[in-house]
């Protein structure tokens, strides 16, 4: 550890808390619908789509009503991708002539992208056509982005109404989502992308000849704009199947850099647009404030133990931090940062193999993502994700005082502490079930690269990865066979629409609710006790339902690690 590794870890904080604020004034001005800088352009395009859609941009939804248009909407974009896949070989812009995706792949495939996962199967340079790419994965990618989105302010607008019906109109949320917030910053970002040495192209993979006089294929294509919604909108779904590690999709330092900003920076500014819309911005810092907390400990973990490497390491003369699996033009530190960074923001891209991560730097990513998608989540995730534990932490302060909890101005009673609790339980059923099948199924076990406890963690990350919609691999796991497949695509699919539907529910029932005055028994959500209140709550909850399945893993690898015995 250095002060210049500490120095990179510290500058990064400081621009994404310096971005919260304006970029959160601006998206709450977008999603209630007032004028901003870029109405002249967009407000037109935005008008022509509701004619087209046949949207009434001022009739709002019930919150059943809403939730059933969102599930509606990806059903057509799974039938969308999952044809696009399979027909990919006839189509035009193939200029690799890939073949169709086989079923149970498209099925995975399909099901990831809606959900915001991006889990991939495949090497997409290898498999997938120039269209698929881009009518399939990059179109996805950012309506699942801007979904994720619109449930977020459907929620804090139950948080923020009072004695009403109504938490907005998806069709309005996810346009505006779309059109205002994710299109504008991509073209930019697409722009920046390209001069940092990113190909943007639909011409054929160029031939080369190597110093030894053999022929190499390089893989080109429409790659800047997929890279650039995959950060923004946290889905992660690499253009080549090294991902962030790849010097198409990441070339440089300065790349690297803007790519783990540009994965923050949605999720932790909509917690400013909490606070905005509850009339309190002090609201919305102590939430960032809890997710500030929990990233700091776990980047301060995973640095700490790749910097100190192994015991073995150290024995061979090799002392300096373990540098396998890491691209030697980022090093330790940012290998460790952008490790952290992805796996609690949900967004699954990677620069460096977390298999080769020694056990307790890869542990840090899967508790991450193990905790449900609260540590700035994917965009719009995040924050209704902590929300959840939010109204848990609110309940259980009220039970130590013995009176109703209430928060933001809003009575928590039972019916919301279900919605929440539905939510959350249902994420480690998948996380832990299929995780048990699949270390006692010989076929599944197969798959597996290593034995022991390592081999373990490499089974629990995939679902636990699958389930939190992160999409990233710990690697190792040969997860392209009809049984990872399916239950992949099962835990994708309950990780993301299993946990929304009790959001919704909670965010209809907050928006019925009458607002009440703030008295000399409620309890201040803005301070210090409550950031360190709902921080235990979390890792209580955590601990309790997590620690038996990590001890089988990466803690005892750890310990076995310190014995120079390793997997």
């Given at each position: ?210 110093l030894e006089g053999a ?74 404030g809890v997710m500030g ?39 330790i530190v940012a290998s ?232």
């Amino acid at each position: 550890m250095t002060i210049i590794g500490w120095t990179q870890i510290l500058l990064f904080c400081a621009i994404i808390v310096a971005l919260v604020r304006p970029l959160g004034w601006y998206m709450t001005r977008v999603f209630n619908g007032e004028w901003t800088f870029l109405s002249p352009v967009l407000r037109s395009v935005e008008t022509g789509l509701y004619w087209v859609g046949g949207i009434d941009a001022k009739r709002e939804q019930h919150w059943l009503t809403y939730t059933v248009a969102m599930l509606l909407f990806h059903v057509g974009g799974f039938l969308i991708l999952y044809a696009l896949l399979r027909l990919q070989t006839v189509l035009p812009f193939n200029p690799a002539e890939q073949s169709a995706v086989a079923e149970d792949l498209s099925f995975n495939t399909a099901i990831s992208f809606i959900t915001n996962t991006n889990w991939q199967n495949y090497g997409g340079e290898s498999t997938l056509s120039y269209l698929s790419q881009m009518l399939g994965l990059t179109h996805q990618n950012f309506l699942s982005a801007a979904t994720g989105i619109a449930l977020a302010v459907a929620l804090v607008r139950g948080f923020a109404r009072s004695s009403v019906r109504t938490i907005g109109n998806f069709w309005v949320d996810v346009t505006r989502a779309t059109l205002y917030v994710l299109l504008p910053i991509c073209i930019v970002y697409t722009i920046f992308l390209v001069w940092q040495g990113i190909p943007q192209t639909l011409g054929a993979y160029v031939e080369a000849t190597t110093l030894e006089g053999a022929k190499q294929t390089i893989a080109v294509g429409p790659v800047a704009s997929q890279v650039a919604i995959k950060m923004l909108g946290t889905n992660g779904g690499g253009f080549f199947n090294a991902n962030a590690a790849h010097p198409f999709e990441n070339p440089t330092a300065l790349s690297n850099f803007v790519q783990m900003l540009s994965i923050f920076l949605i999720g932790a500014s909509l917690t400013n647009v909490f606070g905005r819309m509850v009339g309190n911005e002090r609201q919305g810092w102590a939430i960032l404030g809890v997710m500030g907390v929990l990233f700091i400990v776990g980047v301060g973990v995973t640095y700490w133990a790749e910097a100190n490497g192994t015991a073995a390491l150290d024995a061979l003369g090799l002392a300096g931090g373990n540098m396998e699996g890491k691209e030697v033009r980022f090093g330790i530190v940012a290998s460790a940062l952008f490790a952290v960074i992805t796996t609690a923001a949900s967004c699954g891209a990677v620069n460096a193999m977390h298999d080769s991560f020694t056990a307790l730097g890869g542990m840090i990513p899967l508790i991450n993502m193990q905790l449900g998608e609260i540590i700035i989540g994917g965009v719009g995730a995040g924050l209704y994700g902590m929300l959840l534990f939010v109204v848990l932490a609110i309940f259980v302060a009220g039970l130590m005082v013995g009176r109703t909890p209430e928060y933001v101005g809003k009575k928590i009673e039972a019916r919301e502490v279900k919605m929440a609790m539905l939510a959350i339980l249902v994420l480690p059923l998948m996380y832990l079930g299929w995780t048990a099948v699949a270390v006692v199924l010989p076929s599944a076990v197969a798959s597996m690269a290593n034995a022991g406890p390592h081999g373990f963690t490499e089974v629990l990350y995939a679902f636990t990865s699958a389930t939190g919609n992160n999409g990233s691999a710990f690697g190792g796991l040969t997860g392209n066979t009809l049984f990872y497949n399916l239950t992949l695509a099962s835990s994708m699919f309950v990780g993301r629409f299993f946990m929304i539907v009790p959001a919704m529910a909670l965010a209809g029932s907050l928006a019925g609710k009458k607002s009440i005055p703030a008295s000399a028994g409620t309890l201040p959500t803005t301070g210090g006790l409550f950031i360190g209140l709902v921080v235990g709550v979390i890792l209580i909850i955590g601990g309790l339902t997590f620690f038996p399945a990590l001890a089988l893993g990466p803690i005892v690898e750890h310990l076995a690690m310190n014995a120079n015995t390793l997997f």
